[in-house]
Nanobody, 118 residues
Framework: VQLVESGGGLVQAGGSLRLSCAAS????????MSWYRQAPGKERELVAT????????VYADSVKGRFTISKDVAKNTVYLQMNSLKPEDTAVYYC????????????WGQGTQVTVSS
């Protein structure tokens, strides 16, 4: 089982980025996949979640209306589209798969750095 994030980088405030999380060893459509982030000196926080059934989504208040989580079943990949980025969005972003089913433990990706300049 592996989660590999990509798509991070440096962007000016107001810009956009799309993060990708390519999964292997399990099927993302069967799991409640999430994106978390961790800024320097702060705890890791939940950014967005998409449930396995029905495609319902949950977002942190700080990103509602700006970020969108989605899944591409054919590519077995989870995305986080981030628009109207703010300097306070600067963090390392992590993809997460929960324990359950064929996953005997939770899994995290290696993280991708997002830096938003003012």
């Amino acid at each position: 089982v592996q989660l590999v994030e990509s798509g991070g980088g440096l962007v000016q405030a107001g810009g956009s980025l799309r993060l990708s999380c390519a999964a292997s060893g399990f099927t993302v459509s069967n799991y409640r996949m999430s994106w978390y982030r961790q800024a320097p000196g702060k705890e890791r926080e939940l950014v967005a979640t998409e449930t396995s059934a029905g495609g319902s989504t949950v977002y942190a208040d700080s990103v509602k209306g700006r970020f969108t989580i989605s899944k591409d079943v054919a590519k077995n990949t989870v995305y986080l589209q981030m628009n109207s980025l703010k300097p306070e969005d600067t963090a390392v972003y992590y993809c997460h798969a929960p324990r359950g089913g064929r996953l005997y433990k939770e899994y995290w990706g290696q993280g991708t750095q997002v830096t938003v300049s003012s």
